[in-house]
């Protein structure tokens, strides 16, 4: 595997980003891990971060570039800060940079597919809420997607304490509901719509704060008859829990080979 630590400017953003990529390598002679590549276009993970973290993290407390050598994936960890994935009403419009810019620079970057079948997106926390607004928002885009400890539900926008920060992200919070930042919403226009829908994947641990607000919108996603792996387990809110689960996002994830 190549890692690349990536440093560009974004239009949409008017700033300098950063973001990690692990690119698929073809080689025999490494001692202690198998890694492959396959085709001309590598199918594409989009790994995305929480609340508090940024696009190192994924790579620092886990071992996510040995798990995905054998498979012959490329992974992209891209810096959001705290935007909930989102144009914010008071700051940047890290919503178009996710869904539209940041496909076409790493495109134009690295020799990635553009093929629906070859994207997928996966994220925990705030991550995992911008994973499932991606695969549902853009499912012609995305085959999949992927919710480790999201934050999922409505009922975290609520959070008295965090009220002003939430207001700067999405404006007024009682507009959220109906809206395009509404996982059920979106989950409900991609039910009812007669093309493509994303496989996706929720997991969270059973003690984890964030637990009955993923339960309800399991619930919610198997109402709609959407296609649900859902897996829940002992586990909080940290990393042990989020290393164990990405390997069975990468195992569930529906490759099939490279692109071109």
Not at 82 to 97: E, K, L, N, P, V
Not at 131 to 142: R, V
Not at 181 to 202: I, T, Y
Request: charged share 20%; aromatic share 12%; with cysteine.
């Amino acid at each position: 595997m190549a890692f690349l630590q990536c440093d560009f400017f974004s239009e949409v953003l008017g700033l300098s980003c950063s973001m990690n990529v692990i690119l698929p390598q073809q080689t025999n002679n490494q001692i202690g891990m198998e890694s492959r590549a396959a085709g001309k276009k590598h199918p594409t993970l989009y790994l995305l971060h929480g609340l508090s973290d940024d696009h190192t993290t994924w790579m620092r407390r886990t071992s996510i570039e040995r798990y995905v050598a054998p498979l012959g994936l490329a992974v992209v960890m891209p810096a959001v800060h705290r935007s909930f994935y989102t144009d914010m009403a008071r700051g940047y419009r890290y919503w178009t940079f996710i869904s539209q810019e940041l496909p076409a620079i790493c495109r134009s970057f690295f020799p990635l597919s553009d093929k629906r079948e070859d994207n997928f997106v996966a994220g925990l926390s705030m991550g995992g809420y911008g994973a499932f607004k991606l695969a549902l928002s853009c499912p012609d885009q995305f085959a999949a997607g992927a919710s480790l400890s999201g934050a999922v539900g409505r009922g975290v926008l609520g959070d008295s304490k965090r009220n002003p920060e939430f207001e700067n992200i999405f404006g007024d919070l009682d507009q959220i509901k109906g809206s395009r930042n509404d996982l059920f919403h979106l989950a409900e226009q991609v039910s009812k719509s007669d093309g493509p829908k994303p496989k996706l994947f929720q997991c969270v641990g059973t003690e984890d704060f964030l637990y009955q607000e993923n339960v309800e919108f399991k619930e919610y996603l198997e109402r709609l008859g959407l296609d649900l792996t859902y897996e829940e387990g002992p586990g909080i809110h940290e990393w042990g829990y989020w290393d164990k689960m990405i390997q069975k996002v990468l195992a569930w994830l529906p490759l099939k080979g490279a692109g071109d």
